[in-house]
């Protein structure tokens, strides 16, 4: 999850008491929250005080990052961050912000061929309710939710989509997809795992056979699977014979089966201002380049060789404070990781993307998936179970846990000491955030343990 506050806006007060100052909560890329009163005064990190008079844009700027700190600190917190009652804060705090009563409505879920699923739900629901409401819909046996998803996506005229993110279990999928106010904006199920060894078991129902076909179908038809001719005459006649488990063993054969791809965005590897197409699965991102001189190169970055990764954004200066449009102000996304490009070499690569929240979800989850097989977890088990009204998580989820921080690197250095020994490959969370990319802290590092050094046999 990624905390920052990089916009603040003054608001008139209510019954023409004076103005004051929102401090504008985004998580994960998006306004969640205006955040008006302090969390809790038994929380630590000590909430930052307020002030009696006007704070000046200089002080209105050191408050919105210690803010950041705030709520960055409380969510690595392994007790707090993945509790019901925080979860529970920015759900409410989400719903006030966007001034949604609580009320039975009906929710339009898509699936990947395009097919719309109609749900009853409350305004209130969590991600989990809805996502249990649409299993239901669909009679998708209770054993196969943990398979699948919900992600924001965003449409285009031709019918592809644009994924945003993954819905995480501390918002509302209707305010979240209402309060964007576009019809673009869609909720999409998909499948959540990436091994496509997973597959037999989803296929052992009929609703997870036809769920995992009609996505198949889909990455074929907008080009995410790569197929030859022939391969294409194969699909098409077995698609004609409806033999849907024969379809999907050819189309996982295929080049990219199971990837996620995203939009054109920018890189700085192997050289800054290159154009690239991103693609995740598989344990890795795969880069398709378009160089200066027009060529295109393609290569891979493997899950296992990054030792570290981060988020920043940022939003345009306007003079230490924001007006009436700061909170329409564009944030600027940057996913940069810390490569093992070679035995003794680790080098920083970025990439400059609106979908970088989503990037480094599909990179958390890659290895949280990793992590659980390791573990001997079985991702039927992932799927967060009700107990007593209160979601908790399951064995094998609860194996994965967060490792404590590295030392934060030196971003100006390409090269560190040798790294030839293995590294336990115990746990991970490496998704963090800082509001500055030239701002670099121990604290906006987290560790990859899923890191393997590379030995001179590997090279």
């Known amino acids: 999850m990624h905390f920052s506050i990089p916009e603040t806006e003054t608001r008139p007060g209510e019954g023409g008491n004076g103005a004051y100052v929102a401090y504008n909560i985004h998580v994960n890329g998006v306004l969640h929250c205006q955040l008006r009163k302090e969390y809790g005064a038994n929380v630590v990190p000590a909430f930052p005080p307020k002030k009696i008079f006007t704070l000046t844009p200089a002080e209105v700027e050191q408050r919105r990052e210690q803010l950041e700190k705030y709520m960055q600190a409380v969510r690595q917190d392994h007790l707090l961050g993945?509790?019901?009652?925080?979860?529970?804060?920015?759900r409410k705090a989400q719903q006030e912000t966007q001034q949604i009563p609580t009320e039975e409505v009906q929710l339009e879920v898509l699936l990947s061929n395009g097919q719309k699923v109609k749900v009853n739900i409350l305004t209130s629901d969590q991600t989990e309710d809805v996502l249990e409401a649409v299993a239901s819909k669909l009679d998708l046996p209770e054993d196969l939710i943990g398979y699948f998803h919900l992600f924001l996506v965003r449409e285009a005229k031709d019918g592809a989509f644009s994924f945003i993110r993954k819905l995480q279990e501390f918002e509302l999928p209707y305010v979240s997809v209402t309060s964007l106010h576009n019809p673009d904006y869609k909720i999409l199920l998909r499948k959540s795992y990436w091994d496509s060894a997973y597959d037999d078991d989803v296929m052992e129902q009929q609703v997870g056979l036809n769920l995992l076909y009609a996505q198949t179908v889909a990455d074929i038809e907008q080009g995410w699977i790569l197929a030859s001719k022939e391969q294409h005459r194969q699909l098409k006649s077995l698609q004609e014979k409806v033999s849907k488990k024969e379809f999907i063993r050819l189309a996982q054969t295929l080049k990219y089966y199971g990837y996620l791809k995203f939009d054109p965005c920018i890189t700085d590897f192997p050289e800054k201002g290159c154009h690239v197409i991103v693609g995740a699965g598989n344990s890795e991102l795969n880069f398709q380049v378009k160089l200066?001189?027009?060529?295109i190169k393609e290569g891979s970055f493997k899950v296992t060789r990054m030792r570290c990764w981060r988020v920043t954004s940022s939003v345009p200066v306007n003079n230490g404070t924001s007006g009436p449009t700061a909170g329409k102000s564009e944030v600027?996304?940057?996913?940069?990781?810390?490569?093992?490009?070679?035995?003794d070499r680790l080098q920083w690569v970025t990439i400059t993307?609106?979908?970088?929240?989503?990037?480094?979800?599909?990179?958390?989850s890659m290895v949280d998936e990793l992590m659980v097989k390791k573990s001997g977890g079985s991702i039927r088990k992932m799927f967060r179970r009700r107990a007593n009204g209160a979601l908790q998580r399951s064995d094998s989820q609860q194996a994965v846990k967060s490792p404590p921080l590295l030392d934060s690197p030196d971003a100006n250095r390409e090269s560190i000491a040798k790294v030839s020994s293995k590294l336990s490959s115990v746990s991970l969370?490496?998704?963090?955030?800082?509001?500055?990319?030239?701002?670099?802290r121990a604290n906006d590092?987290?560790?990859n343990f899923a890191f393997e050094g590379?030995?001179?046999?590997?090279?």
């Open 82 to 90: 993945g509790s019901e009652i925080f979860n529970s804060f920015l």
């Open 292 to 295: 200066p001189n027009d060529q």
């Open 332 to 343: 600027k996304l940057e996913l940069a990781f810390e490569y093992l490009m070679s035995k």
């Open 353 to 364: 993307s609106p979908q970088a929240i989503m990037l480094s979800i599909c990179l958390q």
């Open 429 to 440: 969370r490496a998704i963090s955030h800082s509001s500055s990319s030239t701002d670099i």
């Open 445 to 447: 590092f987290h560790g």
């Open 454 to 459: 590379i030995g001179d046999e590997d090279l």
